[in-house]
């Protein structure tokens, strides 16, 4: 079964901590994707990558950065967390092919305390 | 911008109803049109797409027809079940493989 993995189920951090949230797909894809999910705005892109060492901004990308260095691994960096940033973070991947459909991971809740 | 609107949760309907979930998109072009569904805790999954106007997607029961001249993309099943209960987002990819999403629509069914 094609996978997308996230690294936590669950996390717990202090505000001003440095966060890293990790994910791993096994499709081979291209196009790997970090979205955030709250209650009544649906998803919002945070960051998106079409290639190893390569990235774009999405809609939201304050207070966030990304890393690819592995084509198959995808990392989403809080570099100080705050109570906002508590949220669902989604990771999903597609293949390079226009109008693709997104394979997510069962995603992470981080809770900024 | 390119962006999608659907309608306000939750719905709550008893086993074998009719379900809708309306949903309209604004973007320039030709997109994509996309629902996704998420079952409790769990990630978000493709439930159908189209890909050009008067498509119809369908998939376990679900159908939504791309319909331009209304930019609509309405979710539909005759006869939910329990185990339909989630989350449905509309989705839309305007060009590229940016993907964008509504605010979901909740979904109870009844025994």
């Known amino acids: 079964d094609v996978k997308v993995t996230q690294s936590s189920r669950y996390l717990v951090k202090r505000t001003g901590e440095k966060v890293f949230l990790e994910c791993v797909q096994d499709m081979d894809h291209e196009n790997m994707f970090w979205y955030r999910q709250d209650p009544g705005l649906g998803l919002r892109l945070i960051y998106f990558s079409y290639d190893v060492k390569m990235k774009e901004k999405g809609d939201i990308p304050e207070g966030y950065s990304v890393s690819r260095e592995k084509k198959e691994r995808f990392s989403l960096i809080l570099e100080s967390a705050s109570t906002n940033q508590t949220s669902m973070y989604l990771c999903?991947?597609?293949?390079?092919?226009?109008?693709?459909?997104?394979?997510f991971g069962s995603g992470t809740q981080l809770s900024v305390l | 911008g390119d962006s999608v609107t659907q309608m306000e949760g939750p719905v709550t309907l008893s086993e074998e109803a009719f379900l809708t979930i309306n949903c309209t998109y604004t973007?320039?072009?030709?997109?994509?049109l996309f629902w996704y569904v998420q079952y409790p805790g769990e990630g978000l999954q493709l439930l159908l797409k189209a890909t050009k106007a008067d498509d119809k997607g369908s998939n376990k029961g679900f159908e939504a027809t791309y319909r331009k001249e209304t930019t609509s993309f309405h979710l539909e099943k005759g006869s939910v079940q329990v185990s339909d209960s989630a989350v449905y987002f509309c989705?839309?990819?305007?060009?590229?493989?940016?993907?964008?999403f509504g605010a979901g629509t909740r979904l109870f069914v009844k025994a």
């Open positions: 989705a839309l990819i305007p060009g590229g493989f940016k993907t964008i």
């Open positions: 999903a991947s597609s293949l390079t092919g226009a109008n693709e459909k997104l394979f």
């Open positions: 973007a320039t072009g030709y997109p994509s």
